[in-house]
């Protein structure tokens, strides 16, 4: 296992559509206990494989951070079977450090998909765990929270994003 890069906002990687997983090979598997040691190292409670530059449909999902072996998730090719209610919570994202803001999202979500393995799961979350899914499923569609922001807010992280990359701290 490695850590990998993780890609900022701006990054052209971040911000393109990923495309089914059709292999369960090595490939994939070292691809997934990557992302789950790059997610434990940050650290995070969520990482898409868009934001290691892999444009394939996984996410990994652990609000434990790595405490409780069983509440981590593996989703390859998930897809939404309902999403439910609204919320509104501060939500922060690996790939833009130091920002957070207010997003709404789905109450309760659930998801199926495939495990590491290529067997069908369907996973049920609510509250943090909707949460999560909404943002990493937004990962694979190559959209980061930010762009969920309207108006002035969205503005001002974006400025300040730019006047770090122009001084080469982004
Ligand atoms: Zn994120």
């Known amino acids: ?3 990998r890069p993780i890609l900022r906002y701006g990054d ?14 090595d490939t994939l598997q070292r691809l997934i206990d ?12 969520g990482l898409a494989a868009t934001q290691v530059g892999v444009p394939l449909r996984v ?16 989703m390859v090719n ?10 509104l919570e501060e939500e922060g994202c690996l790939s833009a450090p130091g920002f957070n803001a207010t997003v709404v999202r789905p ?3 659930v998801v199926k998909g495939l495990d590491r393995h290529g067997d069908e799961q369907t996973i049920e979350g609510h509250d943090l765990l909707a949460r ?8 694979l569609d190559g959209v ?13 992280i974006v400025r300040k994003i730019q006047k770090l990359k122009k001084t080469g701290k982004w």
């Open 132 to 139: 999560a899914f909404q943002h990493e499923m937004d990962h």
């Open 12 to 25: 052209r990687g971040l911000h393109g559509t990923a495309a089914d997983v059709t292999t369960f090979d």
């Open 59 to 74: 996410f990994v999902i652990d609000l434990s951070v790595g405490r409780n072996a069983s509440e981590l998730i593996v």
């Open 78 to 87: 998930p897809s939404f079977v309902s999403r439910e209610g609204t919320q």
């Open 144 to 156: 980061v929270f930010i762009d969920r922001l309207r108006g002035i807010k969205r503005d001002m």
């Open 34 to 45: 990557d992302m789950i040691e790059t997610m434990y190292a940050a650290p995070g409670v």
């Open 1 to 3: 296992m490695s850590l």
């Open 107 to 109: 109450r309760h979500a």
